[in-house]
């Protein structure tokens, strides 16, 4: 059966034609016709299933050559167009659907071992990708260029060390493709992370006074509906418990919406992450709290921070930073803005002034020590007492007036 090929515009038309408007070849060869580059789409019945598909292509010789591949085919994304796309792409290029390719890339990062809220950045990039060249109606990956490259690069409303690391993952992206011959080049070579990305963010950790505020505006936290169904109600006590964890192990958020009790809880030990040499690592958290926790498994099973019955990483926490967000509120005026990723902060800066060594601390929540020293030095009294140590000798013979200055002429 042949395949039915249409223009299917897009909201951004630049002819200004409706969104979702089809127009056909017969059609934009009328006199006064403005040309566009909204993506050609094929749709049809094969094996009995009807479907529709972007070409990729916005050019009716072009799209018509994929079309007539599919139908040789026999099925969808089939065969090989006798005609290469509009990026240039020889003949010995594999030629593989940015579908396939970017799903090859996730089976790839989900072997290296990442922690699950790492892995679960990876995914909303490839999301964020995919939209990009649905959006503009690419099937093949062979179809990107530098060009789209640097479209898809601006179009990122990040700042600037997020943006950093987001081009990290699209660079890393391209050169996989790269690797197994998917693209001719790295079409990524050109891009630059922003000016001043490097410079480290402020580690500001709650204070013991915020930590007591926030502490005590868990009582002020009144039950209330939630917003659908099979969700479970929170009280101030549970959002006290998620805090304590936090704040005894350095685990970030996500980690401790998803705690199993059955995985992380041996003792007074809590598993925090896999170290280097691929063992486990524990942290050690008090009598009170374990039994806490342990009241906590005996109401609602293992899963004890689970407000739904939903395993998705994304569901959990998003809805523990809502609720966590309303105590901030609750808690009064902070000098900067209240987030959840402070509570990792504040274990750091606790065992730095307890004297904790820097390499142990950086173990344990999964860091080198020159990081750790880059964004958390001005907290580790035995640095600062060394520093005023080397100036007070550095100065003690330099001359120096012990009188009282009473006039300044």
Known sequence: MALHIYRRHRRDCKAGYAEDSLSSEFDERKKGWKRCDCPITASGT????????????????????????????????????????????????????ITAATQAFLDRISTKGFEPATESKYRTFIKQLRAFTDSHGYGYIDQLTITDMDRFYASWPDGKRAKARKLHK?????????????????????????????????????????????????????????PQPGYRQTSGEDIKDFIYVMLYTGMRISDVATFDTSLRLNGNEIFVRMHKTKKELYTWVPDWLVNRLRDRERLYGPRIFALSKSHSLSVQTER??????????????????????????????????????????????????????????????????????????AFSDRPHDSEKVLSMR
Not at 184 to 200: Q, Y
Not at 373 to 380: N, R, T, V
């Open 170 to 226: 699209l660079t890393a992206f391209i050169e996989f493709c790269v690797k197994r011959k998917w693209l001719k080049e790295d079409i990524s070579a050109d891009l630059e992370p922003p000016e001043g990305h490097s410079i480290p963010a402020n580690k500001t950790p709650f204070t013991d006074e915020e930590i007591n505020r926030i502490l005590a505006a868990c009582g002020k936290f009144k039950r209330e509906r939630e």
């Open 46 to 97: 094969f094996a009995k299933k009807y479907r529709r598909q972007s070409t990729g292509q916005w050019e009716w010789e072009a799209a018509r050559a994929i079309v007539t591949s599919w139908e040789q085919a026999r099925e969808w994304g089939g065969g090989s167009p006798t005609r290469p796309p509009n990026a240039a792409s020889p003949e010995s290029l594999t030629r593989i659907t």
């Open 320 to 393: 523990w930073r809502i609720k966590l967000q309303k105590v901030f509120t609750l808690g009064g005026e902070f000098d900067e803005p209240p987030v959840p990723h402070k509570f990792r902060h504040t274990f750091v800066r606790m065992l730095l002034e307890r004297g904790i060594p820097v390499g142990d601390i950086a173990e344990l929540i999964g860091d080198t020590e020159r990081t750790l020293l880059k964004y958390y030095a001005k907290w580790i009294p035995s640095r600062q007492a060394r520093l005023t140590s080397i100036l007070k000798e």
